[in-house]
């Protein structure tokens, strides 16, 4: 597992991190491995489904099967809005 935590500065720009609708992977820059927020079967994604509020930090955690990304690798997260 990978976890990514971001403190929120922008409530209404980190909706769309926040939203359950919206898909959010996270990739490595170099390999270009992809990495998806796992579901659980009674607890949902594992990922803040709160209203962001500011100075709040929040988190995503990733699922990493087989160490595909490194620790110290360069990565971007991606939001996808639902259609």
Same mark, same amino acid.
Do not use: Q
């Given at each position: 597992?990978?976890?990514?935590?971001? *403190?929120?500065?922008?409530?209404?720009? =980190?909706?769309?991190?926040?939203?359950?609708?919206? &898909?959010?992977?996270? &990739?490595?820059?170099?390999?270009?491995?992809?990495?998806?927020?796992?579901?659980?079967?009674?607890?949902?994604?594992? *990922?803040?489904?709160? =209203?962001?509020?500011?100075? &709040?930090?929040?988190?995503?955690?990733?699922?990493?099967?087989?160490? *595909?990304?490194?620790?110290?690798? *360069?990565?971007?997260?991606?939001?996808?809005?639902?259609?």
């Amino acid at each position: 597992m990978l976890v990514f935590k971001y *403190r929120v500065l922008d409530p209404e720009k =980190a909706k769309l991190l926040n939203d359950s609708k919206t &898909r959010a992977f996270l &990739r490595d820059e170099a390999t270009g491995n992809v990495l998806m927020v796992p579901a659980m079967e009674n607890i949902g994604e594992l *990922r803040t489904g709160d =209203a962001p509020h500011p100075d &709040r930090t929040s988190f995503m955690i990733f699922g990493n099967p087989g160490k *595909r990304v490194k620790s110290g690798s *360069r990565a971007s997260i991606v939001a996808v809005p639902p259609a």
